[in-house]
């Protein structure tokens, strides 16, 4: 069985704008030309996955991980050059890391509005999208191959290109759906809240 550590923090709560200066410029010229061309909230959002993957790595593994440790394959799916393997994803109020030393995965969150009134159709299309990413990020494909992913009734399973994966939903705090996608049964999944630099 494969086991995950999920961590997420807040993108709203008070960290001030240069927090991640230093990880931007350790990181590989290309990723940081092409982050700095972002808004400032999606740079910001991008960068606070990329310190939590680095905190998960560590507390996984055991040993301190940085910046140096990231690979950023082109047109391939980002990397610890050591692992373990990771998946990144964010909403406007919330970022989240999925990693696992055990097997490949993917993983995505929508964040689904204010909580109050959102239909069930809603709910079912935000559940039926984050699965489908989730495959597609446990497979090192970009969105372009959204059509291809077929998922069961259930959302118990995806399968992209003739590959199953099993599906899990990961529950995170707030209005928000997430799923994780892996080829093999996910076990134990454990979901911490990090509080980011300020």
């Known amino acids: 069985m494969v086991r995950v550590l999920v961590l997420h923090a807040r993108l709203d709560q008070g960290v001030r704008p240069g927090a991640f200066d230093t990880l931007l410029r350790a990181l590989p010229y290309a990723r940081r030309l092409e982050l700095e061309q972002r808004s400032d909230a999606d740079r910001h959002a991008s960068l606070a996955g990329l310190w939590l993957v680095l905190q998960g790595a560590t507390q996984l593994t055991g040993r301190p991980a940085g910046p140096h440790d990231l690979r950023f394959p ?10 373990p393997c990771f998946s990144v994803s964010h909403g406007r109020d919330l970022v989240a890391v999925a990693l696992s030393a055990d097997a490949e995965i993917g993983f995505d969150l929508e964040e689904s509005g204010d909580g ?59 209005p928000v759906i997430a799923h994780l996608a892996s080829p093999r049964p996910v076990g134990q999944v454990d979901v911490v809240a990090v509080e980011l630099p300020r």
Not at 74 to 83: I, N, R
Not at 120 to 147: C, F, I, M, P, Y
């Open 116 to 174: 109050q009134g959102s239909d069930r159709k809603d709910a079912t299309t935000l559940e039926r999208w984050t699965a489908t990413e989730a495959v597609l990020k446990a497979a090192g494909q970009g969105l372009r191959d959204a059509k291809s992913v077929e998922l069961d009734a259930s959302l118990a399973t995806g399968t992209l290109h003739g590959k199953a994966y099993v599906l899990r939903r990961v529950m995170l705090p707030g």
């Open 74 to 83: 082109m047109g391939g799916k980002p990397m610890l050059a050591e692992g």
